[in-house]
């Protein structure tokens, strides 16, 4: 009976022991759905690759409700070791420097090799400080593309438009052939102001869009934009425009085939992949013609990865093991392919390449070589405004008044340039 009770103490020690041997590292995220899977997939794998951590992936809700958990934890010292946080509270968390734990120096003290070099400057620059060091770790980077039903072009006889010009026509003529809708969007607020800035060169707002400092102002009230908006205003009481909501809700429209084209993000692939009947085209997000002869860069969208301050060495010695396994290029080919984010370093989407993944999934390398047009300018690069959240949430108020019929597109831009501004400057008095 001794002997039986002393096995079962040895057991349950050895058990424990081996529980214990594995360092865990908690992980907030935002991906739901199809998504989330595949994050589970690859958190599952690496801790399968190794037994010195153990990495816990928890689904927080969208990016709004994932940043604030995080810092409501940080506050309640509870914060997790790695958050996932959207590309427009980048400026937020630069800010936040007694929290954040800047990943090349992360990287450096865990005796990981880290060359920022190796990833696509497209996508790191979003994420770097004035001396070019990565602060967080790109994982979803992505940029807005067109999908198009082939089908309902094709009875139409019309092809995707390359213009917003072309959009016109197109639009016109696939209402007359019986549909009810041109096109829908995702995201206004980033496809239809911020990256329709980019595209032309034009600034969203100074100091080079927020990156040459906290005292930036929103300019993107200019004729451009105005008669962009305007236009759409016009396409929305036609048809060739159907507004769907804020964030993207417009797949629906475009899954029931409500609408012939759908202006969303590239890492929308998965889901209409999975969820669209019908076969499906992708082609670069539209620009003027007449305000450009050849369109700039987009800019990209999603989110990074950010390391909080406040654990042991032990357990960032597992965050940078991870941050590494995570920018392999066998993990971000397989992410990139499944997902239609950008891949983030020039490995996987060399292997992509020759993998023959883009000639058997035509479209599928738009938004890389997209997000690769000409030479970034200050205009070009991105956007890091702090209180961007809110910002956001003002120019959708703005926009959804002229889709409404409500106001006209400068009135509109204009109202909106001016309670943003007021945001950008409380920021900049708490930043300074």
Known sequence: MQKRKLS???????????????????????????????????????????????????????????????????????????????????????????????????????????????????????????????????????????????AMLAKADVTPPKTWEEMQIVGDKLLASGEKCGFTTAWQSWVHLENMSSRHNEPFSTKANGFGGTDTRLVFNNPLQVKHISTMGEWQKSGIFSYSGRRNDGAAKFYSQECAMYTESSAGYAGIKKNASFEFGVVELPYWASAVEQPSNTIIGGASLWVLKGHQTEEYR????FLNYLSSADVQADWHQFSGYLPITQAAYSQTKGEGFYEENLGTEIAVQQMTTGTPSENTKGLRLGNFIQIRGIIDEALESVWNGDADAQSALDNAVERGNVMLAKFEKVNK
């Open 8 to 150: 079962a103490l040895l057991i349950s020690a050895s058990i424990a022991s081996s529980g214990f041997a594995a360092t865990e590292v908690e992980w907030w995220h935002a991906m739901g759905g199809a998504l989330g899977e595949k994050v589970n997939a690859i958190v599952a794998d690496y801790n399968a690759s190794q037994d010195a951590f153990q990495v816990k992936a928890v689904y927080k809700g969208n990016y709004t409700e994932t940043m604030t958990s995080a810092i409501a934890a940080f506050r309640a010292k509870q914060q997790p070791e790695l958050v996932q946080v959207f590309e427009v509270g980048t400026a937020s968390m630069m800010a936040a420097e007694g929290a954040v734990y800047p990943v090349h120096q992360l990287m450096r003290d865990a005796g990981q090799a880290f060359d920022g070099s190796k990833y696509l400057s497209a996508v790191t620059g979003y994420y770097t400080d004035n001396n070019g060091d990565m602060l967080s770790m790109p994982f979803n980077s992505s940029t807005p593309v067109l999908y198009y039903n082939k």
């Open 318 to 321: 597992g965050v940078a093991s």
